[in-house]
């Protein structure tokens, strides 16, 4: 019997790293997960040659990306793997990324609280949604056909939007691919523009079925070298965008993402409503203050408000 899937995992020989792999094999069993690290002569993980390198040491028909940082849910890595099997060979995941409060909670109240907290406008536990993310299904032989993933690129940054537009236009996807040269990030993963949020259309499958990946909270140092890098690849993306125009077989498919969304949940007999929350434009510190004095008012002035102003009794 063949392997399930193939799981490339980009990581580096840490403590956390180490840890999520640990974890992982305690809760699927050993055996299931199959990772490959791939370095350069720098201590700086070059993780689109990682990913190239871990992909050819296998014959796995689906591979499956994600970085390490990523939740271990078997559950939810098979769902991508088989929604890429039913549909044309590839297949996306909406990312939460918690809080740090977030990674306590996941673990003690699970994954569907969290999802159900933020759609009913509770942010406690997720700082950002990202549509779209890295963590995607395909075919092995379709990660080539496209091209792999482009060396260029090193550090932080672009390397997976730059390979996710050639799946895209490889699987021939109805993305208006005039507009990717729009560089512009978000606060709402349905109000984005851009390249960005053509390939967030490429996830919102997923969103409606509910296989979401979670991204666990840690502290990041910008001025990491690492992170510094993302410029550079930057500019790198930016010189590249033209080729991808001219690549495209695509017609102008120019329709926004949220029509594109509220289209989809009406396929899927889906209110578009109950999911508003992700229309939500404003800074994320202040809809979390805003949960903090909910709480302070819940806990302690409602409490003795109550107390208060009932009336007593003769």
């Known amino acids: 019997m063949g392997t399930e899937f193939f799981l490339i995992v980009a990581y580096s020989h ?4 180490e840890k999520w792999l640990k974890d992982g094999e305690n809760t699927w069993g050993r055996g299931v997960l199959e990772t490959v690290p791939v370095f350069g002569t720098s201590s700086m993980p070059e993780l689109a040659r990682l990913r190239n390198e871990a ?6 028909e689906y591979i499956l990306l994600l970085d390490v940082d990523i939740l271990a ?25 918690l809080t740090n409060s977030g990674n306590g909670r996941i673990k003690k109240y699970g994954k569907k609280i969290i999802i ?28 080539w056909a496209a091209g792999g993933f482009c060396e260029k690129y090193n550090g932080h940054g672009y390397e997976d939007f730059d ?5 895209a236009i490889y699987k021939n996807r109805p993305l208006n691919y005039n507009v990717i040269d ?9 109000l984005s523009i851009g390249f960005r949020a053509e390939l967030a259309k490429l996830c919102v499958n997923n969103l409606l079925d509910g296989n979401i990946v979670f991204h ?41 993402l949220v029509e594109y969304f509220i289209k989809f949940c009406k396929e899927k007999n889906k209110n578009y409503i109950d999911y508003s929350s992700l229309f939500d434009a404003r800074p994320r510190h202040h809809l979390v203050k805003i949960n903090f004095l909910k709480r302070i008012f819940k806990v302690s002035i409602l409490p003795y408000l109550s107390a208060t102003l009932a009336p007593t009794q003769k």
């Open 14 to 17: 840490d403590k956390e790293s």
């Open 55 to 60: 992909v050819k040491k296998t014959d796995a």
């Open 73 to 97: 849910d078997i559950d939810t890595f098979r769902e991508l793997v088989k929604d890429a099997k039913q549909g044309d060979g590839f297949s996306m995941a909406p990312c939460f990324y």
């Open 116 to 143: 159900k907290e933020y759609l009913n406008f509770s942010f406690d536990s997720v700082m950002h949604v990202a549509m779209p993310s890295s963590v995607v299904s395909m075919k092995r032989e379709d990660y």
């Open 163 to 167: 390979f996710l537009i050639r799946m």
């Open 182 to 190: 729009v560089d512009e990030t978000y606060r709402s993963p349905l």
């Open 216 to 256: 666990l909270y840690h502290d990041k140092n910008k001025r990491d070298f690492y992170y510094k890098k993302r410029e550079n690849n930057k500019l790198i993306f930016k010189n590249r965008i033209d080729a991808f125009k001219e690549i495209s077989l695509n017609d102008e498919f120019d329709i926004s």
